[in-house]
């Protein structure tokens, strides 16, 4: 990777959800924005591992963890185009950025959401995180 990846950041990712996993699905069905809430180097490897989530335009489904995305850091993300969007925190794809087949080095980053934004979306991933799903990309 020619570049740092830091949590907050608005990445292209082709995510895949956990019931398309499920249902045996391994490659994600389209490019969306995805957040990045973890981006940590192995302290053994040296590789960027990290946690990704997904932001949609629909609406939350009963019993899913979401968070409504505010205006200001939809604008801020580089989702300014997008009228309502929600960030997915109960369940995550896990990759390694150094070794992924989706992250293209050099992509482009749509935007970052602020500090205080992503601090609320750690601690709401923190707390969905020990019943939500993960998903492994490492394939």
């Not at 490659?27 to 932001?55: F, N, Q, S, W, Y």
């Not at 335009?57 to 185009?81: K, M, N, S, W, Y």
Request: charged share 25%.
């Amino acid at each position: 990777m020619s570049r740092e990846i830091l949590p907050g950041q608005i990445i292209a990712y082709p995510y895949l959800w956990a019931w398309q996993q499920e249902r045996g699905e391994t490659e994600g069905r389209k490019i969306r924005p995805t957040c990045v809430v973890v981006a940590v180097k192995g302290a053994h490897d040296g590789l960027t591992h990290l946690a990704l989530l997904a932001i949609t335009t629909q609406p939350p489904q009963h019993g899913r963890v979401t968070l409504d995305i505010p205006d200001i850091e939809r604008r801020r993300a580089g989702l300014g185009d997008l009228r309502r969007c929600w960030i997915v925190v109960d369940e995550y794809n896990y990759d390694v950025a150094e070794r992924s087949w989706y992250i293209e080095p050099g992509s482009d980053v749509h935007g970052r959401f602020s500090k205080a934004f992503v601090m609320k979306i750690a601690t709401a991933f923190a707390k969905a995180r020990q019943s939500g799903r993960r998903v492994d990309r490492l394939d």
